[in-house]
């Protein structure tokens, strides 16, 4: 399995990085988008692929993931490890942790493998509620 590191970019922004065996590029970020004295939503954004030209940003890459389970499983890892940080960490009592899709078949895979982590469906996205421990 890939490795799990994260990168805290900023208070605002959290991601984590690593490369599949076939070299493609993993991201999963995570930003929080908006931000109160009681509460934070964070929006996660999980990208698989190739850049198809260096100087282009990650986010114009062309999509096309191989790796399928162990990319998503990775995303898994990295969703549990921040859920572990910001219950630890955040100044806000409740952080709503926000997953959007693009199509069903996204929807219905993240819907089955985070239901163990708490994740419900709302309208358009996925939610999952954390209590801060501080």
């Given at each position: 399995?890939?490795?799990?590191?994260?990168?805290?970019?900023?208070?605002?922004?959290?991601?984590?990085?690593?490369?599949?065996?076939?070299?493609q590029k993993l991201e999963l970020e995570i930003n929080v988008w908006c931000n109160s004295i009681e509460s934070a939503h964070w929006n996660v954004c999980f990208r698989v692929g190739?850049?198809?030209h260096k100087e282009r940003d990650f986010e114009q890459m062309c999509i096309n993931g191989k790796d399928g389970i162990k990319s998503l499983l990775w995303a898994k890892k990295c969703l549990k490890d921040f859920i572990k940080i910001i219950s630890k960490s955040s100044?806000?009592?409740?952080?709503?942790?926000e997953i959007y899709w693009t199509?069903?078949?996204?929807?219905?895979?993240?819907?089955?493998?985070?239901?163990?982590?708490?994740?419900?469906?709302?309208?358009s996205f996925l939610v999952l509620k954390i209590q801060s421990n501080l």
């Open positions: 399995m890939y490795e799990v590191n994260p990168q805290k970019c900023s208070t605002r922004l959290y991601s984590y990085k690593t490369k599949n065996k076939y070299n190739k850049n198809k100044k806000q009592k409740i952080n709503y942790l199509d069903s078949r996204r929807r219905d895979v993240y819907e089955r493998g985070l239901k163990d982590l708490g994740f419900i469906r709302k309208n």
